[in-house]
């Protein structure tokens, strides 16, 4: 199947560049492993697209689709984002959500040295997320009674792009975008995000959870990557993705925690270097199985078997697999 990714890098001669450009609505051929500026489409033609594939007409023996943004993090160069979509979309698919996978390219250096850049370039970027990406899908639904699920996954800088890009949207109100746009499932993974931002009082993560119907947020007390020592801003509180969020958020009944730091130790018996410590999820098949019932939304979070109920908005991921 192709892959559609929603760039918002610059062009570089025959490919795309490191720093912010206009919106690029891509169709990725299956066997091309880069997203390239020849695979634009037309918005309009992009956009039919992924609803031909997410609504099969009732001649078409397949499912509806959910819609998954992936936003990817720092560091990450387009191949790798690309490589991490599908990822994503295969192991999901294999545990049985029908869902398509959409890119969220926004422009990284991909130089770990180079941090202060890319959070000042995902900032700037963020705004295309919900216009460009999240609310022509939200207009479609308006107008039908049969909607489509989208849902949001955001890994490393990725949340603090969505963090921003929700944000934005609500100071930037617009007549013709609907106030109560939303999302179905946010997810966020080893989250570049101040744990003290989610903190009950704080502004920052109100219209986040404004427009999203659940909050889910893996985090590793193992993180490197997210270690104070290693942050490259001044803002050192501890990241959610390292610590998870505090006890009371403005949304206690939709936003939960889940450690997975006994699990990353589980598998991996050492603690693996910074990056591998980072992205770990990208691999780990007790992660996958817990991210597909979290899509799906079948059971109950208080009874997904992958997890442990420690607190009335926290768990554990499981240590090992359970086989069916």
């Known amino acids: 199947m192709n892959s559609f990714v929603l760039s918002v890098?610059?062009?570089?001669?025959?490919s795309f560049g490191r720093a912010l450009g206009k919106p690029s609505y891509l169709e990725v051929p299956e066997n091309q492993n880069a997203p390239l500026p020849s695979h634009r489409l037309a918005r309009d033609q992009w956009f039919q697209a992924i609803i031909n594939l997410a609504t099969p007409s009732q001649e078409v023996n397949a499912p509806s689709l959910d819609i998954v943004f992936?936003?990817?993090?720092?560091?990450?160069?387009?191949?790798?984002?690309?490589?991490r979509q599908r990822k994503i979309q295969t192991e999901l698919r294999q545990r049985g959500l029908p869902c398509l996978v959409v890119g969220f390219d926004w422009p990284s250096a991909e130089q770990i040295a180079m941090y202060l850049y890319d959070r000042s370039e995902a900032q700037h970027a963020a705004l295309s997320l919900v216009n460009a990406g999240i609310i022509p899908f939200a207009l479609y639904n308006r107008a039908r009674t049969c909607s489509v699920n989208i849902h949001i996954m955001a890994h490393s800088m990725g949340g603090f792009v969505v963090r921003e890009?929700?944000?934005?949207?609500?100071?930037s109100r617009s007549t013709?975008?609907?106030?109560?746009w939303r999302v179905s499932q946010l997810v966020l993974f080893a989250a570049d995000i101040s744990s003290?931002?989610?903190?009950?009082?704080?502004?920052?993560?109100?219209?986040?959870?404004?427009?999203?119907?659940?909050?889910?947020?893996?985090?590793?007390?193992?993180?490197?990557?997210?270690?104070?020592?290693?942050?490259?801003?001044l803002d050192v509180d501890s990241r959610v993705g390292r610590v998870g969020m505090p006890t009371e958020t403005p949304g206690l009944t939709k936003a939960l925690d889940v450690d997975c730091g006994p699990r990353y130790i589980a598998a991996h018996n050492v603690l693996l270097d910074i990056a591998q410590s980072h992205a770990w999820y990208f691999s780990d098949p007790v992660w996958y199985d817990d991210l597909a019932h979290t899509l799906q939304g079948g059971v109950d979070r208080n009874l997904i078997p992958t997890r442990t109920k420690i607190g009335e908005n926290d768990f554990v991921l499981n240590k090992s697999q359970i086989l069916v």
């Open 196 to 233: 003290s931002s989610f903190q009950l009082g704080n502004p920052e993560m109100l219209p986040v959870f404004e427009h999203c119907g659940r909050l889910t947020n893996y985090f590793s007390g193992y993180d490197q990557a997210l270690a104070a020592s290693n942050l490259k801003h």
């Open 165 to 171: 890009a929700f944000r934005a949207s609500d100071k």
């Open 70 to 83: 992936f936003v990817h993090g720092y560091n990450t160069s387009p191949d790798e984002a690309l490589h």
């Open 9 to 14: 890098r610059n062009q570089k001669n025959n």
């Open 176 to 180: 013709k975008v609907p106030s109560d």
